[in-house]
């Protein structure tokens, strides 16, 4: 089990080095920023509608703990928990 997970590492880092050329890292960190600095705040003025204050688990640094994440699940609304999995899921339609 654990070589197993040793030979998914390796591959990773060998896909990552292949596309790490100096056109792509560019590209990815403006994606990155354009996702951080665009629909990420879009997304958290959407979620204040059903929680005010609210924020995404995705952008809680560094990590969050599980009762963390229950706490915050349930002081959504049922809506505001509907919205929130449409999110995750990539299903932005309310």
Do not use: C
């Not at 703990?65 to 699940?73: D, E, F, G, L, R």
């Amino acid at each position: 089990m654990f070589l197993s997970k040793i030979v998914i590492f390796k591959q990773m880092i060998n896909l990552i080095q292949k596309w790490a050329t100096g056109r792509n890292v560019p590209i990815f960190l403006a994606i990155d920023f354009i996702f951080m600095l665009g629909i990420m705040p879009y997304l958290g003025n959407q979620m204040n509608q059903f929680a005010p204050g609210f924020q995404p688990l995705d952008i809680t640094i560094p990590s969050y703990t599980p009762a963390h994440a229950h706490q915050t699940i349930t002081e959504l609304s049922d809506e505001g928990r509907v919205y929130y999995r449409s999110i995750e899921l990539q299903n932005l339609k309310k």
